[in-house]
């Protein structure tokens, strides 16, 4: 089993900054990605980013992209989620997620273990 444990989350003006970080502990070495996702209220739960820990095949969404930057520790099993030029619409609660399928995929379903979530505001 893999534990992820989110923090960071906060309320923020548009414009800011939050980091948002992703401790893993557990059988980590059985993961292969570590993903972020989010759902705003009444819609579904959507990838924002995700990395190897490897470090290479990083994606990003379009609405997030040049924005966003995921980053990953392995000395310290923990993945990051630096967040600038925050707008309204990201408002949502932010998950940790980790794959174990040797393939990448942005599919919640290839996601086996998830965090608590930490809520992320943005006020206009």
């Known amino acids: 089993q893999v534990q992820l444990v989110e923090s960071g989350g906060g309320l923020v003006q548009a414009g800011g900054s939050l980091r948002l970080s992703c401790a893993a502990s557990?059988?980590?070495?059985?993961?292969?990605?570590m993903g972020w996702f989010r759902q705003a209220p009444g819609k579904e739960r959507d990838i924002v980013a995700r990395?190897?820990?490897?470090?290479?095949?990083?994606y990003y969404s379009d609405s997030v992209k040049g924005r966003f930057t995921i980053s990953r520790d392995n000395a310290r099993n923990t993945v990051y989620l630096q967040m600038n030029s925050l707008k309204p619409e990201d408002t949502a609660v932010y998950y940790c997620?980790?794959?174990?399928?040797?393939?990448?995929?942005?599919?919640?379903?290839?996601?086996?273990?998830w965090g608590q979530g930490t809520q992320v505001t943005v006020s206009a």
């Open positions: 557990g059988r980590t070495l059985i993961t292969y990605t």
């Open positions: 997620a980790a794959s174990s399928v040797p393939y990448d995929s942005n599919h919640v379903a290839d996601f086996g273990a």
């Open positions: 990395i190897r820990w490897s470090g290479g095949r990083i």
